[in-house]
Each structure stands twice: as structure tokens, then as C-alpha cells.
């Protein structure tokens, strides 16, 4: 936030976030027309009054007054409910249909949606130490078991988890679009998971094998009932089950 902004009295400007290397090589760019991506952008921008849902029961004067061509709005929207990048929800009793924009706080500064923490008075002993009644936070509790999670899965693979989290996200990325719709977010909880909970599932080694398997057998990513990210984590679930077996 700028010196500007901070100002005591003034408003901070609402302001839409986007990653840029995820919106140059991501699989939005592929996914939309380079129309269908300007739709996109203007509607991340009429989300900012809604907090993430934009009100397009009346689609057509939405389209008017943005100025664009109604049927390529109509397209980004379809698009975007196909590619899980909007949700559309119905109000009946206000007669009104909103287009949800999905993991909306990923486009918006921290600070405009998470909240402020309070300060937690510790009281210590003369020595420093803990007094008997403290008791860690949950969240810090939390953190710890990732910390050691995130330990124990650099001293199995040989590197630190953030390289190893970049190379999952690439093997997925490989696949991205209609076959894979990746979600860093969604994805990112997948890799946590089995790094805090499964930590001998050598996960980069197992999503290569369904990777391929995939390449080799494209149609399976879409006949299958359950949805591809799915298929992933019962194919690693399976392997932390062959891992407990064997022990």
C-alpha cells in the first residue's frame, strides 16, 4: 500500500491482484479468447463492489455497459463456469443471478480480507520460559506440524519442499486446460497434504507415473466420473495405503 494511501482519512482505492507469471503462462490463456480474456479482467473488476459476486441477471445490459459484444460476454461467462473460474447462484426470493468468482482473495490484497490478529499477552518468568497456564495457539500448533512436515519431506527427497512444490505444480501445469483444469490453491492443499500427513508417498514420483498414464490414455482424464484431481489423490492415497502395508 502506498505513502498515499495511508493517509489518516483517505479511503484505500478498491484494487484487483493478479500474479503475473500465472496470468501469462497459465492456463487461462488457453483456456479464453484474447476477447474472452478483456471480459475477463473487466469482470474481476466489477467483483470489487460485490465482494467477488457480480449480479448479471439482466446478461445483455451487463454486456451494454461494459461495451462489449453480448455474445463474447456470454462466452467468457460459460467459459468461466467450465474452467472453474466463476460459480453461478441464484437468488430466488430476490429474483437475481450472481456469477461468483472463485478463489476471489486471490485477487485481492491481503489486507483487504483477512483479519487483523490480536496481540496475545505472554506472560514469562524471570528466565524467560513459558509460564504454566500458556497455551500455543491452534494455528501455531499448526504450523509447527507443517514445519516438521515440510522437514521430513526435504530430508526423503533431498531438496527444499517449496522446489519440490514447483515441480509438482509444473507436472500438473503440463497438463492444464480442458483435460486439467489446474488451481494453485486447490493443487497446493494436495501437496500439503501428502507432505504433512504422508510424507514417505514420494509424491513427485507417483504424479509422473499418473501423468504419463494420462498422456498415454487421454480419455481416462475425461470418461472417468470423478473429476481429474480426484483421480490424483486416490491414485497417491493408494500408495500411502501400499506404503502401510508394506510396513
Given at each position: 500500500?502506498?505513502?498515499?494511501?495511508k493517509r489518516?482519512?483517505?479511503?484505500?482505492?478498491?484494487?484487483?491482484w493478479?500474479?503475473?507469471?500465472?496470468?501469462?503462462?497459465?492456463s487461462?490463456?488457453?483456456?479464453?479468447t484474447?476477447?474472452?480474456?478483456?471480459?475477463?479482467?473487466?469482470?474481476?473488476c466489477l467483483?470489487?463492489t460485490g465482494m467477488?459476486?457480480?449480479d448479471?441477471?439482466?446478461?445483455?445490459?451487463t454486456?451494454?455497459?461494459?461495451?462489449?459484444?453480448?455474445?463474447?460476454?456470454?462466452s467468457?461467462?460459460k467459459?468461466?463456469?467450465?474452467?472453474?473460474?466463476?460459480t453461478?447462484?441464484?437468488?430466488k426470493r430476490?429474483?437475481k443471478?450472481?456469477?461468483?468468482i472463485?478463489?476471489?482473495?486471490r485477487?485481492q490484497?491481503?489486507?483487504?480480507?483477512?483479519?487483523?490478529?490480536?496481540p496475545?499477552?505472554?506472560w514469562?518468568?524471570?528466565?524467560?520460559?513459558?509460564c504454566?497456564a500458556?497455551?500455543?495457539p491452534?494455528?501455531?500448533?499448526?504450523?509447527?506440524?507443517?514445519?516438521?512436515?515440510e522437514?521430513r519431506?526435504?530430508?526423503?527427497?533431498?531438496?527444499p519442499?517449496s522446489?519440490?512444490?514447483t515441480?509438482?505444480?509444473?507436472?500438473?501445469?503440463?497438463?492444464?486446460?480442458?483435460s486439467?483444469?489446474?488451481q494453485?490453491?486447490?493443487?497446493?492443499?494436495?501437496?500439503?497434504?501428502?507432505?504433512?500427513?504422508?510424507?514417505k508417498?514420494n509424491?513427485?514420483?507417483?504424479?509422473?507415473?499418473?501423468v504419463?498414464?494420462?498422456?498415454?490414455n487421454?480419455?481416462?482424464?475425461?470418461a472417468?466420473?470423478?473429476?481429474?484431481?480426484?483421480?490424483?489423490?486416490?491414485?497417491l492415497?493408494?500408495e500411502a495405503?501400499y506404503?502401510?502395508?508394506?510396513k
Open positions: 500500500m502506498s505513502g498515499e494511501d489518516p482519512g483517505r479511503r484505500s482505492e478498491p484494487r484487483v493478479l500474479y503475473t507469471e500465472h496470468w501469462l503462462w497459465g487461462t490463456r488457453s483456456e479464453l484474447l476477447e474472452e480474456r478483456a471480459i475477463f479482467i473487466d469482470l474481476l467483483g470489487i467477488g459476486k457480480v448479471i441477471t439482466y446478461p445483455d445490459q454486456a451494454d455497459q461494459l461495451r462489449v459484444p453480448r455474445d463474447v460476454f456470454n467468457t461467462v467459459k468461466g463456469v467450465q474452467y472453474e473460474k466463476f453461478i447462484k441464484r437468488d430476490r429474483k443471478t450472481f456469477l461468483c472463485l478463489n476471489w482473495t485477487y490484497p491481503e489486507y483487504l480480507h483477512s483479519r487483523p490478529e490480536k496475545v499477552r505472554k514469562r518468568s524471570a528466565k524467560g520460559g513459558k504454566d500458556h497455551v500455543d491452534r494455528e501455531e500448533r499448526r504450523g509447527e506440524e507443517v514445519r516438521e512436515g522437514v519431506e526435504e530430508k526423503r527427497s533431498g531438496g519442499p522446489k519440490l512444490k515441480e509438482f505444480f509444473n507436472l500438473l501445469r503440463s497438463l492444464s486446460g480442458p486439467y483444469p489446474f494453485e490453491n486447490e493443487d497446493g492443499q494436495v501437496f500439503d497434504l501428502f507432505a504433512v500427513k504422508y510424507p508417498v509424491i513427485i514420483e507417483q504424479t509422473e507415473k499418473k504419463e498414464y494420462w498422456r498415454e487421454p480419455s481416462a482424464l475425461r472417468h466420473k470423478k473429476g481429474p484431481r480426484t483421480q490424483l489423490v486416490d491414485w492415497l493408494g495405503e506404503q502401510d502395508g508394506q
